[in-house]
């Protein structure tokens, strides 16, 4: 038998649900915005890519060049620093 008394656990903090997080809210948004974009641009359009002409439609456009700017984002960010 131990002589010291049992200390109960603290009850761990419920986390909130996903859907009301702030960056889950940002996010979501983000991607409604670029849905809504990518479906009312479907015409092709004509670009000049190196001197040549690239006709493609405006959504494919749209949609590889946002995946270029999160590569580049991504390849670019910042780390985190360390506390001291």
Known sequence: MSDTPETPTPP???KKPLYTRPK???WF???VVFLV???RNMETITM???FMP???PAALLYL????IGFAVGWLVKRPKSSSK
């Open 37 to 39: 974009l990518i479906l």
């Open 48 to 50: 000049d890519v190196f």
């Open 64 to 67: 590889a060049f946002s995946l």
């Open 54 to 56: 690239l006709r493609a």
């Open 24 to 26: 889950f809210i940002a």
């Open 12 to 14: 761990t903090p419920k």
């Open 29 to 31: 948004f983000i991607v």
